[in-house]
């Protein structure tokens, strides 16, 4: 089965913590972030759809990262950590590098939101490795 091996609790705790890592990281970094966005505080504050969808996609995203971690040869904190390393250094980094100096903005936004990132996959990659030995989907 595609999805054998992968940990469900573990993703959606994942999902949890790293969403609440964003809400702490952005509150950290608003002014900071705002500036370099060219967002005012109105422009900032994010729908209830926004939320939802935000929580969707760091589901998704601790999904494929446990599947990642598990196809690498075992789910444990250090292969979560490693995994989650790769994948933002390959992935998020070298895209919003790109994309960022192609629309011009500052690096200062590439470096908060690529920072961003980078904690949340962390996260995410010590949660799932943490819960590896849970029961997963058959």
């Known amino acids: 089965m595609m999805f054998d091996g992968i940990n469900l609790l573990g993703a959606l705790f994942g999902a949890i913590a790293s969403t ?19 967002l005012g505080p109105d422009d900032a ?24 971690i598990y196809h690498t040869g075992g789910t444990s904190i250090h292969s979560g950590l490693i995994s989650a390393t790769l994948v933002w250094a390959g992935f998020i980094l070298a895209t919003q590098v790109v994309n960022y100096r192609f629309q011009k903005r500052p690096w200062s936004l590439t ?28």
Do not use: E, N
Request: charged share 5%; glycine share 10%; proline share 3%.
């Open 45 to 68: 504050q994010p729908s209830a759809f926004t939320m939802v969808l935000t929580f969707s996609c760091q589901f998704l995203m601790a999904f494929i990262l446990a599947g990642v």
């Open 20 to 38: 609440l890592f964003g809400a702490l990281w952005y509150t950290i970094f608003s002014k900071a972030w705002m500036r370099a966005a060219s």
């Open 111 to 138: 470096i908060i939101d690529s920072g961003h990132w980078f904690g949340v996959l962390l996260i995410q990659g010590v949660v799932i490795g943490a819960v590896g030995s849970w029961p997963t989907v058959q």
